[in-house]
Structures are given as structure tokens and as C-alpha cells.
């Protein structure tokens, strides 16, 4: 399978769709989930056009995977969340939906249940208040 240049990442990159952004440089994007597990769940692309894990250069998922550190540390801190989940599904086995490579960032806290994908839409104001407060963390 090929790249898809129609999937929902790559028009926000381009700026084709919506995204309540949380972070940004040159080679990366991180931004809410639009349907969260969790509350803070956030996910972190790069700008580079990969499908999955095995797609992407070794360099640019080494610059990728600083960014997931660093925002999962934000997100961590915001939502004062005692655990951070990192999750990065490579594959329609694996459950990837979305086939441009991306790393899930999600707050943990004990006995919360994990759930592989969320079926409901975030609200809007809800999306741009929890983004505001990752942000805040990153400063």
C-alpha cells in the first residue's frame, strides 16, 4: 500500500483540516485527538509523509520520538497524570486506522479503563482547553 496523500493528517498539514495544535517545529506536529480516550489524549505526527513504523527514516523518527518525550512530559504535567501510555500502532492488524505514522500520548491514572479507540467526538472548547493547558506546560 501507498502513501495516501488524502488521509486526515496530511490535510492538516497542509492546513486542510482543523487541528487544535499543541506543539510545532519543522519536523513535527502534535495535537488533540479529536475522539480521546482520555482526557490530554494527544498524538504526535511527523511531517514527513510515512504510513507506519516500518515507512518512516530512522532520523526523522529519532527527532519524532524527542517530541513525544517532550510533549508527553507536558501532558503528563497538565493533566497530573501519575502515568503516561505511549502507543504507536503500525498496520490495520495492529489497529491503525490513520495511515500516516503517529504516536499516541494518553494520561493514565490506576483503574481507568483502557480503551483501544474512543467512538465520540470531543467538544471544540474542550479540545482548545486542554490543548491551552499542554501548552502552558511546554513554556
Known sequence: MSYDNDNI?????????PAFKVYEDAQTLAFMDLMPQVPGHTLVIPKYPAQDLFDVDAAILGDTIQVVQRVGAA?????????IMIAQLSGAAAGQTVFHIHFHILPRF??????LHARQVEAAD???AHAERIRSCLA
Open 110 to 115: 490506576e483503574g481507568l479503563e483502557f480503551k
Open 75 to 83: 501532558v503528563k504535567q497538565a493533566f497530573e497524570a501519575p502515568g
Open 9 to 17: 493528517f496530511a490535510k492538516i498539514l497542509r492546513g486542510e483540516a
Open 126 to 128: 474542550v479540545l482548545a
